[in-house]
């Protein structure tokens, strides 16, 4: 026996799924995400270390950017026609729209992408990958490390199109781009 799909769950094309698309499917849950043409749902409850993380690096990227710089939390990137996934937190230069549902590489900074155990691959490998072949200048990927947040930093090297590390750090966030950041990561998840 086979399950019928419901009708918004089927492509409006047979070339599938495009970017604009997902600002037209009310129906599709939370979180939900387009890469290479294919919807990506998160069905799976997201833990609170997850939840607490993300909302307690936000308000401190948000207290420590300079002027220029705005941190949003759980905002699609429309990287091309067929993809815009999105990150748990991003920067950017671009000013503050009320009604804006995605941005465009050229106006993102930095991704923050933190790890949960559905999304471990993506958040380790296709994410970054796609995220550096459009250009973003920093990535950053956050794991849980018995209870501990570790931030794995990287930025973008322009000659090849890939992200290569800058460090991890631990106990404390200390980085000079893309803004000067002097962070405590201890008490971000109780």
């Not at 930093?153 to 000067?180: A, Q, W």
Request: no cysteine; glycine share 4%; proline share 9%.
């Amino acid at each position: 026996m086979t399950a019928e799909l419901p009708d918004w769950m089927i492509p409006p094309r047979p070339s599938g799924w495009e970017a604009d698309d997902l600002d037209h499917l009310p129906q599709a849950p939370r979180h939900t995400e387009l890469i290479d043409g294919a919807l990506i749902f998160m069905m799976s409850p997201q833990r609170s270390w997850h939840s607490r993380l993300v909302e307690n690096m936000t308000f401190a990227l948000r207290q420590a950017a300079p002027a220029g710089f705005e941190v949003e939390r759980e905002m699609t990137v429309r990287l091309d026609k067929k993809s815009r996934p999105e990150p748990d937190i991003l920067v950017t230069t671009a000013a503050y729209e009320p009604d804006r549902t995605w941005y465009a590489p050229d106006d993102v900074t930095l991704v923050i992408e933190v790890v949960s155990e559905e999304s471990a691959d993506r958040d380790r490998s296709l994410k970054p990958f796609k995220y550096a072949q459009a250009k973003v200048p920093h990535f950053w990927r956050i794991e849980d490390e018995s209870g501990a947040p570790a931030v794995h930093t990287y930025e973008l090297d322009l000659m090849t199109s890939t992200y290569v590390p800058t460090g991890i750090h631990r106990n404390r966030l200390k980085i000079s781009t893309p803004f000067d950041l002097d962070m405590s990561l201890t008490g971000l998840v109780p």
